[in-house]
């Protein structure tokens, strides 16, 4: 009993000491984010001067070329372009469409055509509609009743889920496969009520895949706002014989090159072992990309800076990567994660902001249980800063490839009620950015970042 005793006398110092330089380090990262940050001031460039980057797009190379150079001037170890290709689509000319309930008698409804859609015909399309709730029900359908017809997928977002994303993957089913399945009966059409919590004129775009199907059975799909699809649900209660019109003149184009654009401070003891932080670079091209996700991507920048300006020295490769394509193809992730296996990397954690710029509750980690003990304990040293989510879940779509049973992957959690009410439409934009939630985000992430580093996944600590 006296040897423990002694023991525990002897390394308590010790402990008491390393939970403050803990907290002090922490504190240091906080302060410089939100007193001398770059966030905010990269997201302005990005938003402001350069605007929406879908991938393929002058924009999206214009960024590559901006964020690889403010990288430069951070003084990294090293700063590279790795090349991927992406697929190259365009929106066109804006859409336009309407719902006719008589000869000449129109009401316009707001339209914009989702991510990989093929045009209308030439001078648009007229038919008549038939709604359903969302791919379940459409399949129920026979050929006959939905052939020649637009269809109009009609699933709301859940309202009752508290956590938005649950809410968003509940009805995304109906966007990304809805003109596929649509297609396989014969419809002439697709129209998707936007994924949205509230109600607006704003329709809001994403991907959408056609699977298999041939060319020729291809047909339009477009997303129409919250109060339009409550609109011509009503009217077709009403009189389901009403037809709808739209018109929409985007193209497909051959894959074009782009890049990942990647930074690293080089490990002083274990530069084999890698901590990755990003975001994705590309956007859709309705706003200017500010949350999604132009704020992971600053805030993922920040993270190196904020190390280097706090003074601390990583044991660890710290890198930070720009992803290319996450929106349409996630062909920036698989490319790095391909590359990343052919030379043999070590990735220890993977953390990735893609949720917008909103204040930050904490993080979901994907990993063992040992390993989620540890992180835990680390759990104690965020909540002065009102950080509480520590959760198993999700981490991001671009660090997904990279898992493997041994890569811790994370992600970063912001308050999510307000996320949808932006995500892929016209007012993702910069000045629906709050800074200090912004650089909050940012310090967040260092933190998290600076313990992995410091203690790695094996030697467990208290906070």
Same mark, same amino acid.
């Given at each position: 009993m006296k040897r423990s005793l002694v023991l525990f006398l002897l390394l308590s110092p010790l402990f008491m000491w390393g939970q403050t330089s803990d907290a002090q380090q922490l504190k240091s990262i906080y302060e410089q984010s939100l007193t001398n940050g770059k966030s905010y001031d990269w997201l302005d460039y990005l938003s402001n001067q350069i605007g929406g980057r879908l991938s393929g797009s002058l924009n999206a190379e214009r960024a590559v070329r901006y964020t690889k150079k403010e990288l430069e001037a951070l003084g990294l170890d090293k700063v590279w372009l790795q090349p991927v290709m992406v697929p190259k689509w365009t929106r066109g000319v804006k859409e336009y469409a309407y719902i006719e309930s008589a000869p000449g008698k129109i009401t316009p409804v707001n339209i914009c055509a989702l991510g990989g859609s093929v045009a209308t015909p030439e001078g648009g399309l007229r038919s008549g509609i038939i709604e359903v709730n969302g791919i379940a029900e459409l399949q129920t359908l026979s050929k006959e009743q939905v052939e020649g017809k637009i269809v109009f997928l009609n699933e709301a977002m859940e309202p009752t889920y508290i956590n938005t994303f649950k809410a968003y993957s509940g009805c995304a089913n109906q966007r990304y496969a809805g003109a596929m399945e649509a297609g396989k009966l014969g419809a002439s059409g697709v129209i998707v009520r936007s994924l949205n919590l509230r109600l607006d004129d704003l329709p809001h775009t994403g991907s959408m895949s056609y699977g298999d199907l041939p060319e020729a059975d291809r047909i339009p799909a477009a997303a129409i706002s919250t109060k339009d699809a409550e609109l011509l649900s009503t009217m077709i209660k009403l009189d389901p014989t009403i037809s709808f019109y739209f018109s929409q003149k985007c193209r497909v184009f051959p894959d074009v090159q782009s890049y990942n654009v990647i930074g690293e401070i080089t490990g002083s003891e274990y530069p084999d072992e890698i901590i990755t932080v990003g975001g994705h670079l590309d956007s859709w091209d309705l706003g200017d990309g500010a949350h999604d996700d132009g704020a992971g991507c600053v805030q993922s920048m920040e993270v190196l800076r904020l190390l280097k300006e706090t003074? &601390?020295?990583? +044991? !660890?490769?710290? !890198?930070?990567? #720009?992803?290319? $394509?996450? /929106? $349409?193809?996630? *062909?920036?992730? *698989? +490319? &790095?994660? /391909?590359?990343? /296996?052919? +030379?043999?990397? +070590?990735? #220890?954690?993977a953390l990735e902001s893609d949720s917008g710029g909103f204040t930050p509750r904490g993080f979901s980690f994907e990993c063992r249980d040992d390993q989620f003990e540890q992180v835990l304990s680390w759990k104690p040293l965020f909540e002065p800063y009102l950080i509480h989510l520590f959760d198993r879940?999700?981490?991001g779509a671009d660090v997904g490839p990279l898992k493997n049973g041994e890569t811790v992957l994370a992600g970063l959690r912001p308050d999510t009620q307000r996320y949808f009410d932006h995500h892929h439409a016209a007012n993702d934009t910069f000045e629906h950015v709050n800074k200090r939630e912004l650089e909050l985000g940012a310090a967040t992430m260092t933190a998290l970042i600076y313990l992995v580093d410091k203690y790695g996944f094996g030697k467990k600590v208290k906070g």
């Open positions: 003074g &601390y020295t990583p +044991k !660890r490769t710290i !890198r930070v990567v #720009l992803f290319m $394509n996450e /929106e $349409n193809g996630l *062909r920036g992730a *698989r +490319k &790095y994660a /391909e590359v990343a /296996e052919q +030379k043999g990397e +070590k990735h #220890l954690f879940g999700g981490s």
